[in-house]
Structures are given as C-alpha cells and as structure tokens.
C-alpha cells in the first residue's frame, strides 16, 4: 500500500466506498463523481501510478481488469447497448488519481471523445 493514494486506502477497506467486485488482483467501485448512469473503477490492488508504471508482467493483470469490466458491465445490464472503458494517462490524459484505473461508462448513448 502507498501512503496517501486514496484508492490504495479504498482497497484496504480503509475508505467508505460502493465496493461492487474484489479479487486477490483487482478492486471496482462507484465512481464518486459519475458522468454517466453506469460510472465504475476497476483497480489493481497492487498500487501502479499509471500505464506509464506498468511492467511488462502485469500484462495478465491489466487483461484481468477489462474482463472484470465486462462481467461489471452484464451485471449493470449496459453489455447488449454497450459502454466505454477508459484509461486516462498522465496530465494531457486527464489523469487525477495516480493509481491505475479503468474507468466503465455506460447506461446512455456517449459521444465522442
Ligand atoms: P482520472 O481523471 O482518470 O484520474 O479519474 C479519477 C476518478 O476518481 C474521478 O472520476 C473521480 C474518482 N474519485 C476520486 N476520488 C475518489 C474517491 O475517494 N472515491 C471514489 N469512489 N471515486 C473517487
């Protein structure tokens, strides 16, 4: 765990959260600021800043979030109309929270970007 990352806190438990899926790899939860009906976190558990920080090995791990995503995504009953998955990088990628997530949006019709 990393001191001070909020999402290393939300993985120990430590943080009050909408937790809706935890697997020994991998975290998902309610985004506190939603900008679609489905709005979700998938996180490793292991703290990772940034795509930028991962290593060739957590290939598997990083596979494992967009199935997880998709599992989210048949439970939220947005998988038949479709969603997004989003990964923001770094400053000119919006990134806010330096710990890896996925970001699933769904439950209305998004536009581009
Ligand atoms: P990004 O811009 O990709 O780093 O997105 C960070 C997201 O994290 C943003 O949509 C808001 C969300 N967020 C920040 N702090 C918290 C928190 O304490 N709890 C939850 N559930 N979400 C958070």
């Not at 990393?2 to 959260?17: H, L």
């Not at 800043?49 to 599992?71: F, M, Q």
Request: aromatic share 4%; with cysteine.
């Amino acid at each position: 765990m990393t001191q001070n990352c909020i999402f290393c806190k939300i993985v120990a438990g430590e943080m009050p959260t909408t937790l809706l899926y935890q697997d020994e790899q991998v975290t998902a939860f309610r985004d506190i600021h939603p900008v679609a009906p489905t709005h979700i976190l998938i996180i490793p558990n292991r703290h990772i800043a940034s795509t930028n920080e991962a290593a060739p090995e957590d290939e598997a791990l990083l596979g494992h979030l967009i199935g997880v995503a998709r599992l989210l995504a048949e439970r939220e009953n947005i998988a038949a109309n479709g969603y997004r998955l989003v990964i923001n990088t770094g400053a000119d990628g919006g990134q806010v929270v330096f710990h890896l997530h996925l970001h699933l949006l769904g439950g209305r019709k998004l536009v581009h970007p």
